[in-house]
């Protein structure tokens, strides 16, 4: 995969309303405490034997356009690849499409990020009097950071991505730019940092948080949310001869081999740690792939990554499994089609992966 080299071209922003939050359930994730002085594992989570598969793997219908300003051709002269748009600007550094499918996929898996959050937008102990630049990696359609531009309408919100899918309409206060967070930072310092689900694109994380720790102001905040591992189970329902499996792994590895971590969350509290946060907090949560568990909060949470992931399976396999492991199309759409039999069929496993979710505080009087 080439990475090119480009300046960062801006998207003006206007005025608009956000997505909306699912209610709070009655429990949620482990509560997480400072200093990482958390219980790292999570009890297994109970199966609800009652539970009904979901059979409806679409998306949330509820679209929202993306922007089409005048751009320059390499930013918006997008590739096509096995029927999926790509975005240009660096072009290969990123495995997933842009195009409208992907966009909705996107504003769904906004929900099953607040979800696994404790539907919240962020789980750092920020103060809203201390907070007056944020910066969003990775905004993809911009939901996170409008939703955040609501809630905190003194700060000014900047979310940068490789495509310009954002809205045409976002809060005043909301700044969208087309750049790379590998580049070289721009001279700018935020009071809050939001780095959620960029695994498969980085390929430097400890200079990515270095980054994010040096364009910090002295006691701001930054959040990372990422992956952790493959699919797994508590109860062995779930094992390597299963087609989910091997899609997974193969996918994993496949990513792994362009340079790119394709599983960084276990090492996030480290990474964290060693730049000079402080006040570090962590904690990791079970996302089920489907609604086998009991509890309430996790049977929605596992009904909205199983949607989000059926709406995904394209789109997260194609680039890698045809473009970098050589696998043609059919072949490629013949193994999606054993893994979506088995992701409609509750009877198939009991299936999680893990998040892992990292908030550090620079100190007040930093030594830079």
């Given amino acids: 995969m080439t990475d090119l080299t480009g300046g960062t071209a801006e998207l003006q922003p206007s005025v608009a309303s956000a997505a909306g939050t699912t209610t709070a359930p009655p429990t949620g994730p482990p509560r997480v405490t400072p200093n990482g002085n958390n219980h790292d594992e ?3 989570l109970e199966v609800d034997d009652a539970a009904v598969p979901a ?5 949330n219908e509820d679209q929202l ?6 751009l320059t051709s390499s930013v918006i002269d997008y590739p096509i690849e096995n029927g999926r748009r790509y975005h240009a600007y660096r072009a290969g550094s990123y495995f997933m499409p842009n195009d409208q499918n992907e966009m909705d996929r996107l504003d769904y898996a906004h929900l099953v990020t607040t979800k696994i959050l404790g539907d919240k937008l962020y789980v750092a102990p920020i103060e809203e009097k201390n907070i007056h630049q944020v910066l969003d990696i990775g905004t993809g359609t911009g939901l996170w950071a409008i939703d955040f531009a609501d809630r905190f309408p003194a700060a000014e919100v900047h979310g940068i ?3 310009a899918i954002q809205p045409e309409w976002a809060p005043p206060n909301v700044k ?6 590998e580049s070289p930072w721009v001279d700018r310092t935020y009071d809050f940092i939001n780095c959620h689900w960029m695994m498969g ?3 430097d994380w400890p200079k990515l948080i270095s980054n994010c720790y040096k364009n910090l102001n002295p006691g701001g905040w930054a959040e990372f949310l990422e992956m952790g591992g493959e699919y797994s189970s508590d109860d062995g329902s779930f094992t390597h001869d299963h087609a989910t499996y091997k899609w997974i792994k193969t996918l994993f590895d496949g990513i792994a081999s362009t340079g790119r971590d394709s599983r960084p969350g276990t090492k996030l509290k480290g990474w964290v740690e060693n730049v000079g946060f402080e006040n570090i907090t962590y904690k990791k949560v079970k996302v089920p792939l489907g609604v086998w568990p009991k509890d309430p909060y996790y049977k929605e949470m596992g009904f909205l990554n199983l949607t989000n992931l059926l709406d995904g399976l394209e789109a997260f396999t194609l680039r890698i499994f045809c473009g970098v492991l050589g696998f043609t199309k059919e072949e490629t759409m013949l193994q999606l089609a054993e893994v979506r039999k088995e992701l409609k069929d509750k009877r198939s496993f009991n299936a999680y992966y893990e998040v892992h979710i990292v908030c550090g505080q620079k100190p007040a009087e930093s030594a830079e």
């Fill in 55 to 59: 059979d409806d793997d679409s998306a």
């Fill in 42 to 44: 999570q009890p297994p």
């Fill in 65 to 70: 356009s993306s922007y089409t300003a005048s």
């Fill in 176 to 181: 969208f730019e087309i750049d790379d967070v």
């Fill in 201 to 203: 694109s980085i390929q």
């Fill in 161 to 163: 991505d490789l495509s």
